[in-house]
């Protein structure tokens, strides 16, 4: 039988970490497995994005370990990241507006071969038609829908263990969100975890595997997506139930 720590990917253990002197998670745990999607709820300011810059390195870890693969991944470098399988696209899309949508995605993979980057820029593109059908196209010319779009892919080419995305469907149209979340569950289909922060409760309930909301820094609510007085836990971690 597999047990959970045979396949774990990502284990965060009494996380503290901040901004300054000032500390925003006040001793956070939190695993997801491989192939897992898991999302990580809570109201503004909980500190979801400082988690997800915690994990991903990006914010300085005061105590508590991340460790990814096995790896304890204490002062590792973003290129020491990339490489291990771990990509994080933050909170408001990040892409090359004077590059075209293909030239975004090639610099995205830089370091593979050239025959692997190929694959995996036509792996990225066949998840999204929306902007496959304008690679040639600068990125400043998307919509922003598409360029949240462009962003994921981005990350896709790297073919990564584990993706973290913050509210990837923030601003899109309602047709856009579904497409997004849908490739949520092509990605886990195709054996990548996603730790998926959103504030659409509902819908990212619906792609996921496990539950986690973060309340003022502390982990309120883990539980399994399907579990039925889910609402209400949420209702009370989001309003200090
Ligand atoms: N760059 C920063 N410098 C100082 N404080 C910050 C910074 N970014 C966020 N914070 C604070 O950290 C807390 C958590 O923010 P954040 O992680 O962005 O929450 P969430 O993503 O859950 O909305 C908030 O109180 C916010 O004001
Ligand atoms: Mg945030």
Redesign the pocket.
């Known amino acids: 039988m597999l047990t959970l720590a045979d396949n774990m990917l990502l284990e965060v253990t009494d996380l503290v970490a901040?901004?300054g002197k000032?500390d925003?998670l006040h001793g956070v745990t939190l695993h997801v497995a491989a192939g897992e999607v898991v999302s990580l709820l809570?109201p503004?300011?909980?500190?979801?994005?400082?988690?997800l810059g915690a994990i991903s390195g990006l914010i300085p870890v005061t105590s508590g370990t991340v460790r990814f693969d096995g790896n304890d991944m204490k002062g590792a470098s973003a290129r020491h990241y990339a490489k291990a399988g771990l990509a994080h696209v933050i909170?408001g899309h990040r892409i090359f507006s004077q590059l075209t949508v293909t030239d975004n995605l090639l610099l995205a993979g830089y370091d593979l071969s050239r025959h692997e980057r190929t694959e995996r820029i036509e792996t990225a593109l066949s998840l999204f038609p929306e902007i496959s059908a304008k690679r040639d196209d600068k990125g400043g010319a998307l919509s922003g829908g598409q360029q949240q779009m462009l962003a994921i892919a981005q990350s896709v080419v790297r073919n990564p263990k584990l993706l973290l995305l913050d509210e990837p469907s923030a601003g899109l149209s309602p047709v856009l969100v579904d497409r997004v979340l849908t490739v949520v569950s092509e990605l886990k289909a195709a054996g990548t975890a996603v730790l998926l922060?959103e504030q659409l409760v509902d819908k990212a309930v619906s792609v996921s595997d496990r539950i986690y909301a973060?309340a003022q820094g502390h982990m309120v609510v883990e539980t399994s997506a399907d579990t039925s007085d889910l609402h209400h836990r949420l209702e009370a971690a989001y309003f200090g139930g």
Do not use: H, P, S, W
């Open positions: 901040g901004y000032i925003v809570g503004n300011g909980a500190g979801k994005t400082t988690l909170e922060v973060l």
